[in-house]
């Protein structure tokens, strides 16, 4: 049974003077920029366990509207160019996941009424980014939102909603060695989603669980659970929330804990967290909102970091927050950082963790957006956690 707990929140400022919680900002490092772009989604390549991935790579719909993929390596002390390839066509929208150390997926809407499904390798031998096989490419119309997620170094899930009938669908895909995506299975929900840029998320919660956020035909949050397998994909259960204009999602993988990042129907962002079984069934478990914003996007470190960034108003200026642990009585936002750059378009991805220091680990996220010019740009930040330190 689902069951809802609302938790009052403290401001933050009232949490961090009380000494219940240290303030930890968000603290920008360094980053790049490319040319027009009018759809943008970022991605690291998988990060060793307890490590940092070595490479960045940000999916868009180019200046001749052809799905471009452009990768940076990290250096951990610049973005160093790696190159950037495109498929040729036209496309509308993008998504992007990483596969397994030197490798990227992305999604996208091709003009030819199709889902695109594409597999690159960066830098190693090729020294650049190189479209491994050709892409594989479901039937479907143009739409607004597309959303992929990476289940293990082998097997992926695309979601997107066919406006013509307003259909959510989710697709599985397996990719071996060669790169060439192979299509396994797919299930549609019938006449429940909104279709539109910034309506549609998708998260992976285990190996074969996937949990989608979309803005259902009444114009509220829905989220719905799917069972994904090598034959099947297999709907699992659903819960509707309030009224929202734009939907992110993001999960702690193998927990079942995961994070819905909204804007909800007073403009303000609201932050909703979700404890799903093993099985895929959807508990609401705490609420958390905080100021006006214009858009949102929302990532779920490995070790438990929540970490949004928005689009603040008025202007559409950049922000980066982080949240404390949901379960705690000092919930709220911990840390931030706010530009003064404003942006039409936000993307974000987790990086990994550097080293412990003076019981402090780094942590290290990637956003890529876009500028009121129209141009890409790609930041990476870090932020420090508390670590519980050795026995003595």
């Known amino acids: 049974m689902n069951t809802r707990k609302l938790l009052k929140i403290v401001p933050a400022a009232l949490v961090l003077a009380s000494g219940a919680v240290r303030a930890q900002n968000l603290s920008p490092l360094y980053g790049s920029s490319a040319g027009a772009v009018s759809d943008v989604a970022v991605a690291t390549t998988v990060p060793p366990p307890g490590g940092r991935a070595s490479d960045v790579a940000a999916a868009v719909v180019n200046g001749s509207g052809e799905l471009e ?190 994070m819905t990042a909204c804007v909800d129907g007073s403009g303000d962002l609201e932050n909703i967290y979700w404890s799903i079984s093993a099985a895929g069934h959807i508990t609401r478990d705490q609420t958390v909102t905080a100021g006006h914003v214009a858009d949102t996007a929302a990532v779920w470190s490995d070790n438990g970091l929540r970490v949004t960034a928005v689009r603040g108003e008025p202007g559409g200026h950049l922000a980066l927050e982080r ?38 680990q780094e942590n290290y996220f990637v956003t890529a957006a876009r500028s009121t010019a129209g141009d890409l740009e790609v930041e990476v930040f870090k932020t420090e956690q508390g670590v519980t330190p050795p026995p003595p």
């Open 69 to 258: 993929l452009i990768a940076w390596q990290d250096t951990t002390s610049k973005l160093e160019h790696l190159g950037s390839a495109s498929a040729a066509g036209t496309t509308s929208s993008v998504a992007i996941t990483g596969l397994d150390s030197s490798r990227v997926v992305t999604a996208s809407y091709s003009g030819d009424f199709t889902v695109a499904v594409n597999t690159w390798k960066l830098g190693g031998s090729d020294a650049g980014v190189v479209r491994q096989g050709s892409e594989t490419q479901q039937p479907a119309f143009i739409g607004g939102s597309i959303g992929i997620a990476r289940l293990s170094s082998t097997r992926v899930a695309v979601s997107f909603v066919d406006p013509s009938s307003a259909n959510l669908f989710v697709y599985a895909y397996d990719i071996g060695a060669s790169g060439v995506p192979t299509y396994l299975a797919a299930w549609g929900v019938s006449g429940i989603a909104k279709s539109g840029v910034g309506l549609l998320g998708i998260t992976p919660v285990s190996s074969d669980l996937v949990m989608t956020a979309i803005r259902d035909l009444g114009g509220n949050l829905k989220v719905a659970t799917f069972k994904v397998t090598g034959s099947s994909v297999l709907p699992v259960d659903t819960y509707t929330a309030g009224p929202v204009s734009k939907v992110a999602i993001g999960a702690a993988f193998g927990t079942g804990s995961v």
């Open 323 to 360: 949240w404390q642990d949901p379960f705690l009585e000092s919930n709220g936002k911990i840390g931030e950082f706010d530009s003064s750059s404003p942006t039409t378009m936000v993307s974000l991805a987790a990086e990994g963790v550097g080293p412990v220091k003076d019981f402090e």
